[in-house]
Every structure is written in structure tokens, then in C-alpha cells.
């Protein structure tokens, strides 16, 4: 029986504390979820059990492996267990891939000591584990984001590891990836294996059961039974967790039987799209009413972006038509992108393009400072480049670009997929109410999402 | 995750971090170009001959000394470093701006509009850089300063067209772009913002190497005797000029063998550090 205790972690920067936990235990049959939003330092954890922070970061504290006292301190020490009694799954198992590997001989490097012959042996057993036996022989490109994940997943338990750290695995996963994720990871708990999660989602945590710990500002406030912490939370900071999931929210904007008698503004008539043979969607009417609120949902891979881009313009149709009323040109169209980062000219202040965009717009002097206050967000963030500002604030920025132009329609494109669940209910609530009269077509893989926001809710299979 | 483990991030726009070699080269090109303005003002015609001076060592009236036909060596090395400068900011410009607009417009335009500017940019990669300007100095046989400015000009463009049309095809055909249309911005903004803050770095990084080439080309074929003739005064041409007196006058060579080096070394330490967002 394996077991793994951390004793007085401390991890800072100069005299910044990141993480201080003075204690965790790992349990065969009971794992460990760590909850928490971006930064309260719950990777930075995961990084320090397995030695792999950044050398600008001090740690401090004890691992116990069974009989072996560590000292994380020495980030070197833990290398040779790396594979063996330690794994970790890293965040965006996509990126850790090697992209000139075939998944099968990826999965072999980590069968160690073992010969070439059984090590794909090996490999392949384990990839018909995870349910991929037909994609041995793919490039990780061709993959999924919830294949790659499973691939990654073969490859950091073939060696053996009986510990597995794994970090933020759901991010861009749809509900159905994170399900079959939460299996495997259960499974590997079922056969006594150790499981610490790092995770921002708590449908995962719910799912993976055991005990939750919930870190904030570098220390836990919370821990216990997953039931019971996530059920019927103590601390104030867990309950708010709680309620960030869409499921629960509770929103003045949020409204149930709403009817527009008015025109549609889009009108998609047995709209196709194909990329080469391969069919994005087929044969879809669609339409969007002044005001609705309209979600595409689904699993990633369904076309729902090509479907989006296509309504409102970006992408053309190989066959039918999208009307779109006169009243929407001239930029009363706006949508705002899963990585704002990207949206944004990356290498000016980014109130100098929203200069730019109030100056085309006509918009006020005082417009950009009225929006930024609505979005709870500090002026001087805008002197900043788009990559020195969080996920959470540039898209809240994005929202403030898109309002300039006074949109009759926003297409809101996966815009909180990238985001905690904090920052989404955050950022979600400051769109929906600077929205007022103007439409939403929002594409998203969280059903619970789109049933908190939408009137009418398009669920792609 | 870079963003989890590097919890301060030191920002640094606003502030160009001055570097100790780009201030000393720009003091070097900076002393140079006031010697290659004012130089060619204050000192002696370089092309009158005092057959009485041959060969002169240097001295206080004549610090460089004189040449085979009594020329002020000093004079005549403002002269050269003038052509060289002018002949080179020529070229870059040239090359800089044409190659520039047809990678934005290629990048734009995609189509046969690019295919055919690739053709045409491949085809003067295939030929040897300075076997086309060897071209156009045989072409024309006095060789004028037109021609080996047109050759160097041409052979130039390419690179910037390159760098400037995979950069270009990147940002346009990027979410930001896609934005900036959705917002109605026009090309300005793309132009401003997008593009010209992106590719400056590049295209700076360019120009000094294309001083460089430009500089070295000039001379290589006055060394050789193809580019500009005498009596012009041409660093390259001084340095073949000087051969025969090598031991006798070894200051005849050194003089514009040192101003290359000088030239060279300051347009390479210019080089503008690339910066990433």
C-alpha cells in the first residue's frame, strides 16, 4: 500500500508566500481534490511535490513516500521516481504531446526498462485501456483535446506510478471528455492507486469524490469529505465557489419564457459547411430575434464556432443562406473570442486601439471610463499590452471594445471556457447586463452555461 | 502555466532598456556621419593633386597623410565614407520600402498576386546576390553610382519582402485582425496597430544588416575594380589603390580598412533586440 504525505509546504516568492500548506495526506481509495480559483497557488503545489517550479520560486518542506522522507527543497531528488512511483498528467496534455510522435511510441517511452517489443506491447494494452486502441498509429494533432488527454494519461501511468498529480485536467474539455476523464482517474483510484487533482471545476471534484481541499490566497480554508465541502460549504469563500457554477446561479438578468414577437435579425435557411469531405454541419434554419439570447451547445469537434462564424458572416456557406437585417452593418456585429489575448494587437497599449475603436464609433470621451467602472475594472489596466492583463480582465476589456461600437449582436465565442468558474460568473454577469437590448449568440460546451443564459438553447450533436 | 510560475512579471514596456553596445555603436555611426558631413566641407578638394606631397607620412597638416598623387588621404576618406552612408541609406530605403509593401500586399491579397511575387522573389534568390550587381556594373561600362545602387536595391528587397509577407500573413490572418474587422476599423488601424508595431523590430533588424551588405558589396567591387572608378574617392577603391605602397605607405590602406571595420560594427551592433509581446 502506497502512501504519500506533504508536511509544510512553503513555496514563495522573495517575501510573497504562494503556497503554505502545512499538511496533506494521499490515501489508496480516497482521493485528493485541491479546488480553487487562478492564482491562489494550487499548481504551483502539484509543481513543488513533483520538483518542476521555476528556480526564481524557494520551496520549503517534507514528502513522504511510503518509508522515503524527501526534502522538497531539493527539487533533483525526485527525478528518479518521476514515472515510477510519481506521475503527473500536466495541463494541456495537447502541448505536452510530442507532435512528431505517433501515440503508440509515446506511450512506449514511458514503459521504462522494459524492451521495445514489450514496451508496445505494453503501450498498446494500455491505449486499448483508455479506449484509443484505433489511434495508436495517429499524430497528436489528428487527436481531441479529450483524447489527447487520455493519451497523456497512458503515457504518465505506464511506468507504474502508483501517485498520480494531476493539474487542471478539464480545462477545454466538454462535459462528455471531463466524464470519461473523471472515469479513468476513478478507476485508477479503484485499483488503490493515489490521486491528487488540481482543479478549478468542481463538477469534477463532485465527480471524483474523496476528500476536497479548498485553497485560497496560498492556504486552504476548507477541507473534508467532497460530499460535505462541496454540499453544504462552511467557509464564506467555499460557499461562493459553490456558487459560481451556472447551475446555481441566481441573476437578475437571467429570465425564463421570454417571446420577441419582432423580425429575426439573422435568418439561417438549410445552411451546409464541409471542409474537404468531412461535414461541419448540414442543413441547418436557424434564427436569432432583436434581443434573444441564443446558445449553441455541444461537444467540441461539432462545428459550433464554424456555425457561429457562419451566421454572423466570418465563414461563408456552401450552400443555403443567412439573411442578416441591413440594421447590422457597420460593426453592430461584435463577438468576443475564447483567448482574448489573441483578440487584441499584441503589441500596443491597449487603449490605444480602443482610441481607435471609440473614434470609428463616435463614442463619448467619457464612454471608455462609464464601461470599464460597469465591468468593475480599473482605467489604468488599459496603459498595460493585452499580455500583461488576466484572462479574466482582457475579456472583460473585450466586452467594453465590443459595447463601443453599440452591437445589436454579440457573438460570445467559448469567451469564459479559458476562465475559473469565479471569473466566469464574474465576467458573464458584466455582459449580460451592459448587454441591455442587443442579442446574444453565445457557443459554449457547458450545457449548464447555456441554460443559465440562453431563451433558446441549440444543442449540436 | 508560465503565467503560474512566474508570479511577478516584470513589465518592461515603456522603458527601452539601454544596452551599453547599442549606445557605443551608435556613437561610433554618429561620429562617423559628422565626419562624412562635415568632412567633405571643411577639408581639401580630394581630387587636387600636389605630385610635390607623394606619399606623405601623416602629420599635423595632413593627419591621414597623402596618397601616390599627393590627395589628401583625410579628405578623401570623407568623401568615400559619405558615398558609402548615402549609397547604403539609398539601398535600404529602397529595398526596405518596396520590399515591404509588396510582403503586406501579398500577405493581403493571397491569390496569384502572391504566387507571383514569390516567383519573382525566388528567381532573384536563385542568382547570387553580388553576380547581379557585377551584372548591372558590366551593363553599364563606366560604372555609375545609378547602377550599382539599382543592382544592390534589387538584390536587397527580397529579403524584406520574405520576412515581412510570413510576419504579415500571421497577424492578418489572426483573431485580432478578424476583431478589428468586426469593428469596422479600416486598413489604418491595421496598418498602425497590427502590422508596423510587429514588423518594426524586423524590418530595423534588416535595414542594419542591409547597411552592411550594402556597404561591403560597394566596396568588394571597388576592391575589384568593377564598381565606381578613379579618381573617385570609394573606400574599396582606396584600399586597392594603396596596394603598391603597402610597405612604403602602410597608412593608405589602414585608413578606410579601419572606417569598413567601423562602419560595419556599428550597423551590426544597431541590430535591434527582437521583442515578443
Known amino acids: 500500500m502506497t502512501t504519500l504525505e506533504l508536511h509544510d509546504v512553503v513555496v514563495a516568492h522573495g517575501d510573497r508566500r504562494l503556497v503554505d500548506v502545512p499538511h496533506l495526506a494521499l490515501e489508496p481509495g480516497r482521493p485528493v481534490t485541491i479546488v480553487g480559483e487562478s492564482g491562489s497557488g494550487k499548481s504551483l503545489l502539484a509543481h513543488a511535490l513533483m520538483g518542476t517550479l521555476a528556480s526564481s520560486l524557494v520551496v520549503d518542506g517534507k514528502l513522504a513516500l511510503d518509508e522515503t522522507l524527501l526534502h522538497l527543497g531539493d527539487r533533483s531528488n525526485r527525478r528518479a521516481l518521476w514515472g515510477r512511483r510519481i506521475a503527473m498528467l500536466p495541463q494541456e496534455p495537447a502541448l505536452a504531446l510530442d507532435p512528431t510522435m505517433r501515440v503508440l511510441s509515446q506511450v512506449a517511452e514511458g514503459a521504462l526498462g522494459a524492451s521495445r517489443t514489450t514496451a508496445r506491447s505494453h503501450a498498446g494494452a494500455a491505449l486499448a485501456d483508455v479506449g484509443l486502441a484505433a489511434s495508436a498509429r495517429s499524430f497528436p494533432h489528428t487527436l481531441s483535446g479529450g483524447m489527447a488527454q487520455r493519451v497523456a494519461y497512458a503515457a504518465a501511468t505506464i511506468g507504474g506510478a502508483r501517485a498520480l498529480i494531476v493539474d487542471e485536467p478539464s480545462k477545454g474539455l466538454d462535459s462528455g471528455s471531463v466524464d470519461r ?8 483510484v479503484g485499483d488503490g492507486g493515489l490521486l491528487l487533482t488540481i482543479t478549478h471545476d468542481l463538477r469534477l471534484a463532485a465527480a471524483l469524490g474523496g476528500e476536497v481541499a479548498v485553497m485560497r490566497e496560498a492556504t486552504v480554508v476548507e477541507s473534508g469529505d467532497a460530499v460535505d465541502v462541496l454540499g453544504s460549504p462552511q467557509h464564506d469563500y467555499t460557499r461562493r465557489l459553490v456558487d459560481a457554477d451556472p447551475s446555481r446561479w441566481r441573476q437578475p438578468w437571467q429570465r425564463t419564457g421570454w417571446y420577441s414577437p419582432g423580425e429575426a435579425i439573422v435568418r439561417a435557411i438549410g445552411i451546409s459547411k464541409a471542409y474537404g469531405a468531412t461535414s461541419v454541419f448540414a442543413d441547418v434554419d436557424l434564427h436569432i430575434r432583436p434581443g434573444e439570447r441564443v446558445a449553441l451547445s455541444g461537444p467540441s469537434g461539432v462545428g459550433k464556432t464554424t456555425l457561429g462564424n457562419a451566421l454572423i458572416g466570418l465563414t461563408p456557406v456552401d450552400a443555403g443562406r443567412v439573411v442578416r437585417e441591413p440594421s447590422l452593418a457597420g460593426g453592430r456585429v461584435q ?17 490605444v486601439g480602443l482610441r481607435d475603436v471609440s473614434r470609428r464609433h463616435r463614442a463619448s470621451a467619457s464612454r471608455v471610463d462609464e464601461l470599464m467602472a460597469a465591468v468593475r475594472l480599473s482605467p489604468s489596466l488599459l496603459a498595460r499590452r493585452p499580455g500583461e492583463v488576466s484572462g479574466g ?69 | 502555466m508560465s503565467a503560474a510560475l512566474l508570479p511577478e512579471v516584470v513589465r518592461t514596456h515603456g522603458v527601452r532598456r539601454r544596452e551599453p553596445g547599442r549606445v557605443l555603436a551608435a556613437l561610433v555611426l554618429g561620429a562617423l556621419a559628422l565626419f ?50 548615402v549609397l547604403g541609406v539609398l539601398c535600404v530605403v529602397t529595398a526596405l520600402v ?27 534568390v536563385a542568382i547570387p546576390a553580388l553576380l547581379v550587381v557585377l551584372l548591372f556594373s558590366a551593363l553599364a561600362a563606366d560604372g555609375s553610382l545609378l547602377t550599382l545602387y539599382l543592382g544592390l536595391a ?25 476583431a478589428a474587422s468586426l469593428l469596422q476599423l479600416g486598413r489604418v488601424h491595421v496598418l498602425r496597430r497590427h502590422l508596423w508595431p510587429a514588423l518594426r523590430p524586423l524590418l530595423l533588424t534588416l535595414a542594419s544588416l542591409g547597411m552592411v551588405t550594402s556597404i561591403l558589396a560597394m566596396s568588394t567591387l571597388g576592391f575589384v575594380k568593377v564598381g565606381l572608378q578613379p579618381p573617385r574617392a570609394e573606400l574599396g577603391l582606396m584600399v586597392t589603390e594603396a596596394f603598391p605602397f603597402y610597405d612604403v605607405a602602410p597608412w593608405l590602406a589602414l585608413a578606410p580598412v579601419t572606417v569598413l571595420f567601423l562602419l560595419t560594427a556599428g550597423f551590426l551592433g544597431l541590430r535591434h533586440r527582437e521583442v515578443s509581446p
Request: proline share 5%.
Open chain 1, 181 to 188: 476523464l473523471a472515469g479513468l482517474l476513478r478507476d485508477h
Open chain 1, 335 to 351: 463577438k468576443l473570442y475564447q483567448d482574448p489575448t489573441l483578440s487584441f494587437p499584441a503589441l500596443v497599449p491597449i487603449e
Open chain 1, 393 to 461: 480582465e482582457l475579456q472583460r476589456i473585450a466586452i467594453v471594445r465590443a459595447l463601443l461600437a453599440e452591437p445589436r449582436l454579440v457573438f460570445a465565442d467559448e469567451a469564459t471556457s479559458r476562465l475559473d468558474l469565479l471569473t466566469q460568473a464574474g465576467t458573464i454577469d458584466c455582459l449580460m447586463t451592459e448587454l441591455g437590448e442587443a442579442a446574444l449568440l453565445m457557443v459554449t460546451h457547458d450545457r449548464a452555461l447555456a441554460t443559465a443564459v440562453a431563451d433558446t438553447h441549440v444543442e449540436l450533436e
Open chain 2, 36 to 85: 562624412a558631413v562635415l568632412g567633405p566641407l571643411l577639408l581639401a578638394d580630394p581630387t587636387s593633386q600636389d605630385l610635390g606631397r607623394y606619399l606623405e607620412a601623416p602629420s599635423p597638416s595632413e593627419p591621414l597623410g597623402t596618397d601616390e598623387y599627393g590627395r589628401s588621404v583625410l579628405a578623401r576618406l570623407a568623401h568615400a565614407t559619405r558615398l558609402s552612408l
Open chain 2, 98 to 124: 518596396l520590399g515591404t509593401a509588396s510582403g503586406i500586399l501579398a500577405a493581403s491579397r493571397g491569390g496569384w498576386v502572391d504566387a507571383v511575387l514569390r516567383a519573382v522573389s525566388e528567381a532573384f
Open chain 2, 154 to 178: 534589387l538584390v536587397q528587397w527580397v529579403e524584406y519582402f520574405r520576412v515581412v509577407r510570413a510576419k504579415a500573413a500571421l497577424i492578418l490572418g489572426g483573431p485580432a485582425v478578424e
